[in-house]
């Protein structure tokens, strides 16, 4: 079992439409969870970050987390070209040690 | 504030040649330090990480190898490249917070 899973995509949505993008893990110890953004080419940008149970909310991202479910998601409310880019999930290890690991990423295409 | 500077920004080495890619980290102390690789096409694959001097952690064995010689300085090398050694070599930093990690800009390694 990969440590950190996403679907690949593509995932299109199109302009103005919400985004929705899906990660699981397998660490239980894990406390720390992150979405990045990475534009072609480009290194990855920390967009969002949860450490608890629930939604978390930054303009138009909302990060969820489900500890129970070993879940974490990503909304992108009123998707714009500009959020046309791979979507990283990444967990810190919780017991093993600070390592950060990510998954495979999620490709997002917002059509104008 | 903070920055980490990489290079190169690109590089194209012959199969067999040594490597050597460095990273420094300014504006902080005792940053945890990551060396990722991104193949085309696929996710970031953690290959070393340290939490300080000298301290380096192996995920995946392989003729790479990884040195921390000062605080802030972060040293990937080879002794002879692979073909399969080709793709997007990425350095990061991040504090003791777990708050996430924060990228360099990227080398892209093609192994002719």
């Known amino acids: 079992q990969k440590e950190v899973e996403q679907n690949s995509g593509p995932l299109s949505v199109p302009e103005g439409a919400i985004a929705s993008l899906n990660c699981t893990y397998s660490?239980?110890?894990?406390?720390?969870f992150f979405w990045y953004r990475q534009y072609s080419g480009k290194s990855p940008e920390l967009i969002m970050s949860i450490y608890s149970n629930g939604d978390k909310e930054d303009g138009r991202f909302t990060a969820q987390l489900n500890k129970a479910s070993q879940y974490v998601s990503l909304l992108i409310r009123d998707s714009q070209p500009s959020d046309s880019a791979t979507y990283l999930c990444?967990?810190?290890?919780?017991?093993?040690?600070?390592?950060?690991?990510f998954g495979k990423g999620t490709t997002l295409s917002v059509s104008s | 504030s903070q920055t980490i500077h990489q290079w190169p920004a690109t590089l194209v080495q012959p199969v067999g040649s040594p490597l050597s890619l460095e990273c420094t980290v300014e504006?902080?102390?005792?940053?945890?330090l990551y060396w990722y690789r991104q193949a085309a096409g696929r996710g970031l694959q953690l290959l070393f990480y340290s939490v300080g001097i000298g301290q380096i952690s192996s995920e995946v064995p392989q003729n790479l190898s990884a040195s921390r010689p000062q605080d802030r300085q972060f040293i990937l090398s080879s002794k002879k490249l692979l073909l399969s050694d080709s793709g997007f070599y990425l350095c990061?930093?991040?504090?003791?917070?777990?708050?996430?990690?924060?990228f360099g800009q990227g080398t892209r390694l093609t192994v002719v």
């Open positions: 990444a967990v810190q290890r919780g017991q093993a040690g600070t390592a950060l690991i």
């Open positions: 990061a930093w991040s504090l003791q917070d777990r708050k996430g990690a924060f």
């Open positions: 660490d239980r110890g894990s406390q720390s």
């Open positions: 504006g902080t102390s005792n940053p945890n």
